[in-house]
């Protein structure tokens, strides 16, 4: 565990096997600042929201390609995660990678935010991206305008 690190436990047997890994942790923590540990319900983001997302990649591909070649849905998806996501640096053992695109966000808050960002990115460059009437993200976006 590192600081800002998330844990997700699926029953109380995988929880109760971290214990000694916390513990071992702890140890090694200096507390220079507080340390907070903060047990929160996992809500993580539907594969609608998912599907939605990666629908709109293809949208704005089809409205960007022709003026910007490189303008593919993947193209859309990694531009989108770096301009709201952003990047962090990656260690693995003495390996540095600096600048790494940012994975989606795993919960439903987080990635109802980020696909706001992108409709709204969208929207001021005259895309309007598609909002089926049944979709996690168009009940979040209903519920929020309420």
Same mark, same amino acid.
């Given at each position: 565990?590192?600081?800002?690190?998330?844990?997700?436990?699926?029953?109380?047997?995988?929880?109760?096997?971290?214990?000694?890994?916390?513990?071992?942790?702890?140890?090694?923590?200096?507390?220079?600042?507080?340390?907070?540990?903060?047990?929160?319900?996992?809500?993580?983001?539907?594969?609608? /929201?998912?599907?939605?997302?990666?629908?709109?990649? @293809? $949208? &704005?591909?089809?409205?960007?390609?022709?003026?910007?070649?490189? %303008?593919?849905?993947?193209?859309?998806?990694?531009?989108?995660?770096?301009?709201?996501?952003?990047?962090?640096?990656?260690?693995?053992?003495?390996?540095?990678?600096?600048? /790494?695109?940012?994975?989606?966000?795993?919960?439903? @808050? $987080? &990635?109802?935010?980020?696909?706001?960002?992108?409709?709204?990115? %969208?929207?001021?460059?005259?895309?309007?991206?598609?909002?089926?009437?049944?979709?996690?993200?168009?009940?979040?976006?209903?519920?929020?305008?309420?």
């Amino acid at each position: 565990m590192n600081e800002g690190d998330h844990v997700k436990f699926k029953s109380r047997r995988d929880a109760e096997a971290y214990i000694p890994l916390l513990l071992k942790r702890l140890d090694s923590w200096d507390f220079s600042s507080p340390l907070v540990l903060k047990l929160q319900r996992c809500d993580p983001k539907s594969e609608g /929201q998912n599907n939605l997302f990666h629908k709109w990649c @293809g $949208e &704005m591909s089809s409205e960007f390609i022709g003026k910007v070649p490189d %303008a593919t849905k993947e193209g859309m998806k990694f531009m989108m995660k770096k301009m709201f996501l952003g990047t962090q640096t990656i260690t693995v053992g003495k390996y540095v990678y600096p600048d /790494q695109i940012m994975p989606l966000p795993t919960q439903k @808050g $987080e &990635m109802y935010h980020f696909m706001e960002q992108v409709y709204h990115w %969208a929207a001021k460059r005259d895309v309007l991206l598609s909002l089926p009437q049944y979709n996690e993200f168009t009940a979040l976006k209903r519920k929020q305008e309420e």
